[in-house]
Every structure is written in structure tokens, then in C-alpha cells.
């Protein structure tokens, strides 16, 4: 099995910031390596998908890099609707895995 | 637009069967190539992959579920299902439905239902 760590858990930071997701995957995933975006109460969204490529309607302050097995989620600048927990997903095996997410807050 | 939509008990009993229905709209879960799926996520804690079914019917399920766990489709209705029997508190969790692409050929859930509360409790 894939598994997928990232860090830091958590982090605290201000509107119009930038801010770093890393995420680290046990073995090589090439590129397949997705982000989402999830706030209290709903399902997650979509933002990244291959490592870097936008998905459709997501703002173009968020962006990937990486492959292999390491992998960044940037978002700047900060924006107030930003703070949510956010997770990294490896679809390279057949048993997808998830990160254990990271939670972005209000400093 | 894709919807989904879970249905489904929102309580069941520790030894019993969990079982959700999840309804798509604006799209057929027939005409492919997506992965149906459904994954859960524990109170305040991680997402946690269960299991898939494509559009042709080849299933996938988590290891650590497999031996309690069936994913029908149902093309007539336009759902597919998951059953989960001899469920424990363990099994408690929020239960998505989603949709996976597979055209692009990244296999990325671009689709989600809004997600359904299940509690095992007696």
C-alpha cells in the first residue's frame, strides 16, 4: 500500500500569505497525485489532479509541483476562503489512499 | 451538471448491514470510462478509500473491508450501491459517493455527493 504523509498538520496564516503543503508518498507515485480542499460539513473539492494541473474553475492562486514521491500544494495569495483542511491523494495503486490532511487557519 | 446524491439508514445497529444507495443525475453510470465510488471519512479524522465499481462492473474494494463488503451497479435506476455487513462503532463515518474520472487517464474524483452520516449504535 501507498502511504501518503503530509506535513505540517497544521498551520496558521494571514490573508495574503503564501502558503506550502508538502506531501510525501512511501514509494513512487509518478505523477498521479491529487489535491482537494475541504471545509467543515461539505465534501471535499478538487483542485489539483497529475500533480500540477489545474482543475477547471479553481482560482490560479493554488498550484502543484512534484514526482515521485515528493509533492507541494502553494496557494498565493491567501484569501479568506482558503481556510480549510486540505488533502493530497495518490490514484498510482489500485488501492487509492489519502493523505492525513492539513488544516490551514486564521492566524 | 453530475449530481449525487446517498441514501440510506442514518442508524444501524452493531451486527447488521449498512447499506446506501447513491442516486447520479446529469450523467449515466453506464456510459464511461469513470470508477463509481464510495469513500468514507470517521468523525473529525481522514478520508479513507472503501471501494469502486466502473462502468463495465469491475469492482475494486479496500483489503481491510473486503470480506464484508458488496458494490452493485444498478443501470436501470442510475445508482450504484454498497452494502457493509456485520458493521461495528468502528464503521461509524460520514459515507461519500463519488465519481472518479478515468478518461483523463489521472483518475481524480471530480464529482462528490454531499455525504450521509451513518451511526452504529444500539
Known amino acids: 500500500d501507498v502511504q501518503l504523509t503530509q506535513s505540517p498538520s497544521s498551520l496558521s496564516a494571514s490573508v495574503g500569505d503564501r502558503v506550502t503543503i508538502t506531501c510525501r508518498a512511501s514509494?513512487?507515485?509518478?505523477?498521479?497525485l491529487n489535491w482537494y480542499q475541504q471545509k467543515p460539513g461539505k465534501a471535499p473539492k478538487l483542485l489539483i489532479y497529475a500533480a500540477s494541473r489545474l482543475q477547471s474553475g479553481v482560482p490560479s492562486r493554488f498550484s502543484g509541483s512534484g514526482s515521485g514521491t515528493d509533492f507541494t500544494l502553494t496557494i498565493s495569495p491567501l484569501q479568506p476562503e482558503d481556510f480549510a483542511t486540505y488533502y493530497c491523494?495518490?490514484?498510482?495503486?489500485?488501492?487509492?489512499?489519502f493523505g492525513q490532511g492539513t488544516k490551514l487557519e486564521i492566524k | 451538471q453530475v449530481q449525487l446524491q446517498e441514501s440510506g439508514p442514518g442508524l444501524v445497529r452493531p451486527s447488521q448491514t449498512l447499506s446506501l444507495t447513491c442516486t447520479v443525475t446529469g450523467g449515466s453510470v453506464s456510459r464511461g470510462p469513470f470508477y463509481w465510488s464510495w469513500i468514507r471519512q470517521h468523525p473529525g479524522k481522514g478520508l479513507e478509500w472503501i471501494g469502486y465499481i466502473s462502468d463495465t462492473g469491475s469492482i475494486y474494494y479496500n483489503p481491510s473491508l473486503r470480506s464484508r463488503m458488496t458494490i452493485s451497479l444498478d443501470t436501470s435506476k442510475n445508482q450504484f450501491s454498497l452494502k457493509l455487513s456485520s458493521v461495528t462503532a468502528a464503521d461509524t463515518a460520514v459515507y461519500y459517493c463519488?465519481?472518479?474520472?478515468?478518461?483523463?487517464?489521472?483518475?481524480?474524483?471530480?464529482?462528490w455527493g454531499p455525504g450521509t452520516l451513518v451511526t452504529v449504535s444500539s
Open positions: 514509494q513512487s507515485v509518478t505523477t498521479y
Open positions: 463519488a465519481r472518479v474520472d478515468v478518461l483523463s487517464g489521472y483518475y481524480y474524483v471530480d464529482y
Open positions: 491523494q495518490q490514484s498510482y495503486s489500485t488501492l487509492y489512499s
